[in-house]
């Protein structure tokens, strides 16, 4: 079974920055794709950021030029660099892979 797991997570005034990482327990030749997804309370969970293993990127059009998704391929990792932080970017952030792998979780809480 693969492990992910999340960190970076906080509290954030708008026009802020965090960033977010992803440490998987397997290497990530053996995954197609890594991504990041939110979900906000009473929401459903939303795509944010994905790359393929090809380095296909994909974004959410509401973090366009805000937020940029990396990876190191030695350290199994995954990043997200989120800049220009809104209030509505508050929520849950979740490293996926493969669209089946989950991990637990980081709260991003962004204040006005």
């Known amino acids: 079974q693969v492990q992910l797991v999340e960190s970076g997570g906080g509290l954030v005034q708008a026009g802020g920055s965090l960033r977010l990482s992803c440490a998987a327990s397997?290497?990530?030749?053996?995954?197609?794709?890594m991504g990041w997804y939110r979900q906000a309370p009473g929401k459903q969970r939303d795509m944010v950021a994905t790359i393929t293993r090809g380095g296909t990127i994909n974004y959410a059009d509401s973090v366009k030029g805000r937020f940029t998704i990396s990876r190191d391929n030695a350290k199994s990792t995954v990043y997200l660099q989120m800049n220009s932080l809104k209030p509505e970017d508050t929520a849950v952030y979740y490293c996926?892979?493969?669209?089946?792998?989950w991990g637990q979780g980081t709260q991003v809480t962004v204040s006005s």
């Open positions: 397997r290497p990530f030749f053996t995954f197609n794709s």
């Open positions: 996926n892979e493969d669209n089946t792998y």
